[in-house]
């Protein structure tokens, strides 16, 4: 157990306060939250260089919570279905916590603390940061954050930002801005939009048929990793061949190997879009990231299931930013005229290019391998695959719901990923499946 030997006041200024509505991204998070029950606590623990002092981790925090208005913001409580309220504050304080190493692990533990107690929005920031001491040395610091403050995409941002103390206007509107305008009609308009999209896809689609998991585990949920060392000159070679980029070989080899195990031949998966490609999101460090719709027929032949993905995809991206609400209500009503199948909980998010938030290391051996890292009945989606990587090595990260999808046939899509995307390409693939 970590100890806490010490606190240290930090005081912080920035621009920027008012009350407002919650941004849609802000929503997204909080409506998450909500119904799965979980923090979804973002950071961790990272080294220190020699010589750091706890007034070096002071200043740190302090730059952080004066310049970004998402970590300044606090929460109004929620009333009934209403959500909260976002509460931005100019000035304040907040406490840097001095920890005692007492082993090795003490970092990562005080960073375990710090994600799974849960926030009291109304009455804390929503940042949590730690120096572990050894003696008069730091070794240590732990930065947590809830979702609320970033996304995958912000993260980068900040990391890269804070590392170079950059000083330069902050890029991106903030979400208490961000409120304002989406309340505007322009916002109204790209809102109905992208609830159009999703209903209309929902109701061309065939309803998809997934055959029972033939594993229901307990735990339920599942968390594995893939590393592929085959992957990414197979992808390059296919992209090549069609005249595309990696992003759609890859999106069309996952839909063709979750067709092959499953037998769904017409997929809708959402597809996590960082939105910041939207000008006045561009660099924002809060949450805009949110889903969108892609459906995909994976029949015919490759190269054309890889043109479908293409635009499949920019068609999701372009619809991928919405009040989650009012999606939800649309969607609800489109199962229950069309049957829950219709809503086909399955996610891929490609983060190659959108900054990974850690270095992915080459498998062990010389061929790709694949591992269950942990096992826990904590809700979450039916089937989540997340992708980082290089040139070198493709991770992919997967969730599944033993429910939904057997671990074992879950485990067997990445397999059969590198398979079907060594069939269209120069590249031959040598690591047999499992």
């Given at each position: 157990?970590?100890?806490?030997?010490?606190?240290?006041?930090v005081?912080?200024?920035?621009?920027?306060?008012?009350?407002?509505?919650?941004?849609?991204?802000?929503?997204?998070?909080?409506?998450?939250?909500r119904?799965?029950?979980?923090?979804?606590?973002?950071?961790?623990?990272?080294?220190?260089?020699?010589?750091?002092?706890?007034?070096?981790?002071?200043?740190?925090?302090?730059?952080?919570?004066?310049?970004?208005?998402s970590?300044?913001t606090?929460?109004?409580p929620?009333?009934?279905?209403?959500?909260?309220?976002?509460?931005?504050?100019?000035?304040?304080?907040?406490d840097?916590?001095?920890?005692?190493?007492?082993?090795?692990?003490?970092?990562?533990?005080?960073?375990?603390?710090?994600?799974?107690?849960?926030?009291?929005?109304?009455?804390?920031?929503?940042?949590?940061?730690?120096?572990?001491?050894?003696?008069?040395?730091?070794?240590?610091?732990?930065l947590?954050?809830?979702?609320?403050?970033?996304?995958?995409?912000?993260?980068?941002?900040?990391?890269?930002?804070?590392?170079?103390?950059?000083?330069?206007?902050?890029?991106?509107?903030?979400?208490?801005?961000q409120?304002?305008?989406?309340?505007?009609?322009?916002?109204?308009?790209?809102?109905?939009?992208?609830?159009?999209?999703?209903?209309?896809?929902?109701?061309?689609?065939?309803?998809?048929?997934?055959?029972?998991?033939r594993?229901?585990?307990?735990p339920?949920?599942?968390?594995?990793?893939?590393?592929?060392?085959?992957l990414p000159?197979?992808?390059?070679?296919?992209?090549?061949?069609?005249?595309?980029?990696?992003?759609?070989?890859?999106l069309?080899?996952?839909?063709?190997?979750?067709?092959?195990?499953t037998?769904?031949?017409?997929?809708?998966?959402?597809?996590?879009?960082s939105?910041?490609?939207?000008?006045?999101?561009?660099?924002?460090?809060?949450?805009?990231?949110?889903n969108?719709?892609?459906?995909?027929?994976t029949?015919?032949?490759?190269?054309d299931?890889?043109?479908?993905?293409?635009?499949?995809?920019?068609?999701?991206?372009k619809?991928?930013?919405?009040?989650?609400r009012?999606?939800?209500?649309?969607?609800a009503?489109v199962?229950?005229?069309?049957?829950?199948?219709?809503?086909?909980?399955?996610?891929f998010?490609?983060?190659?290019?959108?900054?990974s938030?850690?270095?992915?290391?080459?498998?062990?051996?010389?061929?790709?391998?694949?591992?269950?890292?942990?096992?826990?009945?904590d809700?979450q989606?039916?089937?989540f695959?997340?992708?980082?990587?290089?040139?070198?090595?493709?991770e992919m990260?997967?969730?599944?719901?033993?429910?939904?999808?057997?671990?074992?046939?879950?485990?067997?899509?990445?397999?059969?990923?590198?398979?079907?995307?060594?069939?269209?390409?120069?590249?031959?693939?040598?690591?047999?499946?499992?």
């Amino acid at each position: 157990m970590d100890e806490v030997v010490g606190r240290r006041t930090v005081a912080f200024a920035g621009e920027g306060a008012g009350v407002g509505e919650l941004s849609w991204g802000q929503l997204d998070v909080w409506l998450k939250m909500r119904r799965l029950g979980r923090t979804f606590a973002m950071g961790g623990a990272r080294p220190l260089s020699p010589g750091t002092t706890v007034d070096d981790v002071a200043a740190e925090l302090a730059y952080l919570m004066g310049r970004y208005q998402s970590m300044r913001t606090r929460f109004e409580p929620a009333a009934g279905d209403r959500p909260p309220r976002q509460v931005v504050h100019d000035h304040g304080t907040i406490d840097l916590e001095i920890i005692a190493a007492g082993h090795g692990q003490d970092a990562e533990d005080v960073a375990r603390r710090y994600r799974t107690a849960p926030f009291d929005y109304a009455g804390e920031w929503p940042v949590r940061m730690g120096v572990v001491v050894d003696g008069d040395r730091c070794t240590h610091a732990v930065l947590v954050m809830s979702h609320l403050v970033f996304d995958g995409a912000g993260a980068v941002v900040m990391m890269a930002e804070t590392a170079a103390r950059t000083t330069a206007p902050v890029r991106g509107i903030a979400p208490l801005e961000q409120a304002r305008q989406l309340a505007m009609p322009a916002a109204q308009r790209h809102n109905a939009a992208a609830l159009r999209h999703w209903e209309t896809r929902l109701r061309q689609i065939p309803v998809p048929v997934m055959p029972p998991s033939r594993d229901v585990r307990s735990p339920r949920y599942h968390h594995g990793v893939f590393r592929s060392t085959a992957l990414p000159a197979a992808l390059a070679a296919a992209a090549r061949e069609h005249g595309t980029d990696t992003a759609a070989v890859l999106l069309a080899v996952f839909a063709m190997a979750f067709a092959e195990v499953t037998g769904v031949l017409v997929l809708p998966l959402r597809l996590m879009a960082s939105n910041r490609f939207r000008a006045e999101l561009d660099g924002s460090v809060c949450p805009v990231s949110q889903n969108g719709l892609c459906v995909l027929d994976t029949t015919g032949a490759f190269g054309d299931v890889v043109r479908r993905a293409r635009g499949a995809a920019m068609t999701a991206y372009k619809h991928a930013y919405y009040d989650r609400r009012a999606l939800e209500a649309r969607v609800a009503a489109v199962v229950a005229d069309r049957g829950p199948g219709v809503d086909l909980d399955v996610n891929f998010n490609d983060r190659r290019f959108g900054g990974s938030l850690r270095t992915v290391p080459l498998p062990a051996g010389p061929d790709s391998e694949f591992a269950w890292v942990s096992a826990h009945d904590d809700p979450q989606s039916g089937f989540f695959l997340s992708v980082d990587g290089s040139d070198e090595v493709l991770e992919m990260t997967l969730y599944v719901d033993s429910h939904f999808l057997a671990p074992d046939d879950a485990a067997g899509v990445l397999w059969a990923m590198e398979t079907t995307a060594a069939r269209d390409s120069t590249v031959g693939i040598a690591a047999p499946a499992p």
